[in-house]
């Protein structure tokens, strides 16, 4: 079964912030964060550990509200060094990720494409506290963005041979299962089904069982007889065990992601999701 730890409170497309915060008006730190800082990200170690010490001040000097003009050049090294050769570095830029997306809020929905593709990948790292910083920034990410500005980027991955990947993506649906609306989760988990077709042949049962934990999870939104059809796809032998496993699926109890409270909540446009796949 897959793992399930406390997400982030909110429903899908909303972000965190109380009352209170909204009273505090966001800062423009462009020139708090200088050039300086950013070149000492590419220097020794002692260099990068006091740049992103430095980049956190600023950002907590600022109450974490920030305003996105002119991070384009702190964001895109962010984005470079999240795939860097020194994993301990990777994990620093991660959590210093977690911290900008909080402080910018609505404000880093213009980065979450190339950022996405770029900490997606991480999931596969064989090194868990790795997995753990990413999971932590993808709730941050969830609570203070918004999940569909994320979640649109993950089926893609969950097609990669890997089995720390899948995992922890598929731990990512379960966590937050209960966030998604109605338009979010049929467009996304429409793409789901061939990436978790394609799981349940995994040669770990783990991922197997995940996938079809999944696969229940997202009844809410899409048929059984979807999966069916989508199963069709692959190579007849292959056709017949997915059938199977789907049948014992549609046997079962399905799985309630809180479909009567999403319901009743105005459902994202179908278009807003779809362009967030686009942008």
């Known amino acids: ?3 399930s730890t406390a997400g982030a409170e909110g429903k899908s497309g909303g972000a965190g912030g109380g009352a209170g915060e909204d009273l505090i ?4 730190v462009s ?13 020794k170690w002692a260099e990068k550990k006091k740049a992103c010490e430095d980049i956190e001040k600023v950002l907590t000097a600022a109450n974490m509200r920030i305003l996105p003009n002119g991070l384009n050049n702190i964001m895109t090294n962010i984005k470079k060094k999240l795939s860097d050769s020194n994993k301990n570095f990777v994990k620093m830029m991660v959590s210093l990720l977690s911290k900008f997306i909080e402080a910018l809020k ?5 980065w ?5 593709l770029a900490l997606i990948p991480n999931l596969a790292d064989k090194n868990q506290l790795m997995r753990n910083e990413c999971q932590n920034c993808f709730d941050k990410w969830v609570e203070f963005a918004g999940l569909d500005s994320l979640v649109v980027h993950f089926p893609q ?11 922890e993506i598929m731990n990512f649906f379960s ?33 197997r069982n995940a996938a079809e934990e999944i696969i229940k999870s997202s009844l809410t939104f899409i048929s059984i007889n979807s999966y069916y059809k989508k ?7 292959i056709t017949k065990t997915l059938k199977q496993i789907l049948d014992k699926i549609k046997r079962e109890p399905p799985i309630s992601n809180q479909q009567e409270s999403t319901n009743n909540e105005q459902p994202e446009n179908n278009h807003q999701v779809q362009q967030q796949k686009q942008q």
């Open 1 to 3: 079964k897959v793992a």
């Open 25 to 28: 008006p966001p800062q423009d």
């Open 31 to 43: 020139k708090k964060i200088t050039a300086a800082m950013i070149k000492e990200l590419n220097g």
């Open 106 to 110: 609505q404000g880093f929905k213009q």
């Open 112 to 116: 979450t494409k190339p950022i996405a």
């Open 157 to 167: 991955f969950l097609k990669n041979d890997n089995v720390e990947m899948r995992i």
């Open 175 to 207: 966590k937050h299962k209960d966030k998604f609306n109605k338009s979010t989760g049929e467009l996304v988990y429409k793409d789901m089904m061939n990436p978790l077709l394609i799981c349940l042949q995994d040669r770990s049962s783990n991922v």
């Open 231 to 237: 199963s069709e796809d692959f190579k007849p032998a």
